[in-house]
């Protein structure tokens, strides 16, 4: 079975200043892994997606996250937070080998401080 | 291009009815599934159609059902409603099978408060 973890429920920095969102999984096969975003009262919009190809991956509005099979973990960063980032992210594992189904993980709210 | 558009956005129904709820996806996307998102279960996974066919289906019980039609718009039911189900449903369209994809375009969502 497929699970992912996120490791913070809520992480709070400062407007300028890196973010980090942990993000761990386990898969008996190899994964494909996303992170989404959700503004508040809006729906989710795919943030950047690792399907075995570069380990680092690049996102849109600055994020990058890295793949590292050692550690099971794909955390998101980004170098330096802005205030429209204050949001839920959501980590997802794609469905093993003949199965399909999307687990996404419990979300971890950012808060952005001025 | 327009997005994915749900409907109705809010509802307030009472234990025992029943909903419909309508997602029409983008122009183009033959797959359509259906997630509910709450405070204490987070977003779990309803059920997905593709080309009229349900393609896959979590872990709810038969009161939850949903079909697709020929133009890939979807509607999904809940019958006899239970203050659990209060919740905000979000349905996400992709071009090919999304589940294999993970790439999923998600409408704003249909917030459905139980009674």
């Known amino acids: 079975a497929q699970s992912v973890t996120q490791l913070d429920s809520h992480v709070s920095v400062s407007e300028g200043t890196p973010v980090l969102l942990r993000c761990n999984y386990s898969s008996s096969y190899s994964p494909s892994l996303f992170w989404y975003v959700q503004h508040p009262n809006k729906g989710l919009q795919l943030l950047l997606k690792?399907?075995?190809?570069?380990?680092l991956v690049k996102g849109i509005n600055g994020f990058e996250a890295e793949f590292k099979k050692s550690e099971t973990s794909f955390h998101l960063t980004k170098p330096s937070a802005h205030m429209s980032d204050a949001a839920e992210y959501f980590c997802v594992v794609s469905g093993e080998t003949g199965r399909r189904a999307l687990t996404f993980g419990s979300g971890t709210r950012l808060q952005v401080q001025p | 291009k327009a997005g994915v558009t749900q409907t109705p956005r809010y509802l307030i129904k009472t234990r025992g009815q029943q909903v419909t709820l309508s997602c029409s996806p983008i122009?183009?996307?033959?797959?359509v599934s259906w997630y509910q998102q709450t405070p204490g279960q987070g977003l779990q996974f309803l059920f997905e159609y593709f080309s009229e066919t349900q393609r896959n289906k979590g872990n709810f019980p038969g009161r939850f059902s949903g079909r697709q039609f020929s133009n890939s718009r979807s509607e999904m039911n809940v019958s006899t409603l239970e203050l659990g189900d209060s919740a905000l449903y979000l349905c996400?369209?992709?071009?090919?099978?999304?589940?294999?994809?993970?790439?999923?375009?998600f409408g704003e969502g249909s917030r459905l408060t139980v009674l």
């Open positions: 996400a369209s992709s071009p090919g099978t999304g589940m294999n994809t993970g790439e999923l375009f």
């Open positions: 122009s183009g996307h033959r797959s």
């Open positions: 690792y399907t075995s190809a570069a380990t």
